[in-house]
């Protein structure tokens, strides 16, 4: 895996580094009041650094916003969890108690202890 990123990092460079050498003449770019001339390749370059920085901040925004409200449902699940556990405590108990009353399961219980 590491050749293949080091292979694509290398392409992506060699590309930039032929782009470069291909327009390598100068533009101007107009910022509200302020002029910049510099050559072509170097200001798309800049344009495409700018970009890719935006995009990686705008993913780190979403990924943020995303487990912020995550957090939330997990916190409502857990809760939900708690309230079901209890629920099945509840019911275990219950159904011991009735099992007791039961004339059947004195029996049992009966045998159960004259076995013992």
């Known amino acids: 895996m590491r050749q293949i990123n080091f292979l694509m990092i290398f392409v992506f460079c060699l590309t930039l ?11 101007t770019i107009q910022l509200v009041k302020y002029q910049v001339q510099a050559p072509l390749s170097v200001e798309l370059i800049l344009a495409m650094g700018v970009g890719a920085v935006l995009a990686w901040v705008f993913s780190v925004w979403t990924r943020l916003q995303r487990r ?22 509840q019911y275990k108990s219950e159904m ?21």
């Open 17 to 27: 580094v032929l782009f470069s050498l291909e327009n390598n003449k100068p533009a």
């Open 68 to 89: 912020l409200a995550t957090r939330g449902e997990v916190s409502q699940r857990d809760a939900r969890i708690q309230e079901l556990e209890q629920d099945v405590e």
């Open 96 to 116: 011991q108690a009735q099992q007791l009353t039961l004339p059947a399961a004195k029996e049992t219980l009966h045998q159960e202890a004259q076995a013992a």
